[in-house]
T-cell receptor, first 111, second 114 residues
Framework: DAKTTQPPSMDCAEGRAANLPCNHS???????VYWYRQIHSQGPQYIIH???NNETNEMASLIITEDRKSSTLILPHATLRDTAVYYC????????????FGGGTRVLVKP | KAGVTQTPRYLIKTRGQQVTLSCSPI?????VSWYQQTPGQGLQFLFE???????NKGNFPGRFSGRQFSNSRSEMNVSTLELGDSALYLC?????????????FGSGTQLSVL
């Protein structure tokens, strides 16, 4: 079972920031939080990952709470091309590259 | 650098047949994983190979098998196809299989079983 809980869907206005929440209350100290997104019929695309500290790259920012039980992915200026399913994944070190995907959040960016 | 390449992109088979799907990882990547995606079950892990050895296996019947070659390219095989095997099969690669390593996915092979 996935160790994460995400809202099934959310809408966002083009040009505005999109804040995608994720709960992972059972996360362990050495488990990373990863975000991927999948645009219809394509393979998942890596967005960002983090362990404890907040992270930022050219695509997004990841804010992890101090207790690590939840995180938020921020797309600073959503565009129509950001419409996708976004997956929050807790990566278990002992599982290698076995990622357990939940249902994700279906994000629709509207003009 | 070229991304993860999967061939073929689309495939149509009939029940009882077998199928082989191919995956070429990003150059230098030694770990290859396979996933199945269906509308009902979502994305599910099939298996992972690292340096030609299977490291991890998901909860799939023995009809699903795979292998990795010395150049890190990988194939997966499904024998005695069933209608329920219709899915998008995704391959992913990474340098190592450490938990802080990014996994890069290919575009997948869309398999339809008739």
């Amino acid at each position: 079972d996935a160790k994460t809980t995400q809202p099934p869907s959310m809408d966002c206005a083009e040009g505005r920031a999109a804040n995608l929440p994720c709960n992972h209350s059972t996360i362990s100290g050495n488990e990373y939080v990863y975000w991927y997104r999948q645009i219809h019929s394509q393979g998942p695309q890596y967005i960002i990952h983090g362990l404890k500290n907040n992270e930022t790259n050219e695509m997004a920012s990841l804010i992890i709470t101090e207790d690590r039980k939840s995180s938020t992915l921020i797309l600073p200026h959503a565009t129509l091309r950001d419409t996708a399913v976004y997956y929050c994944i807790v990566r278990v070190p002992a599982a290698g590259n076995k990622l357990t995907f939940g249902g994700g959040t279906r994000v629709l960016v509207k003009p | 650098k070229a991304g993860v390449t999967q061939t073929p992109r689309y495939l149509i088979k009939t029940r009882g047949q077998q199928v082989t799907l191919s995956c070429s990882p990003i150059s230098g990547h030694r770990s290859v994983s396979w996933y199945q995606q269906t509308p009902g079950q979502g994305l599910q892990f099939l298996f992972e190979y690292f340096s030609e050895t299977q490291r991890n296996k998901g909860n799939f019947p023995g009809r699903f098998s795979g292998r990795q070659f010395s150049n890190s390219r990988s194939e997966m095989n499904v024998s005695t196809l069933e209608l329920g095997d219709s899915a998008l099969y995704l391959c992913a690669s990474s340098l190592q299989d450490a938990s802080n390593e990014k996994l890069f996915f290919g575009s997948g092979t869309q398999l339809s079983v008739l």
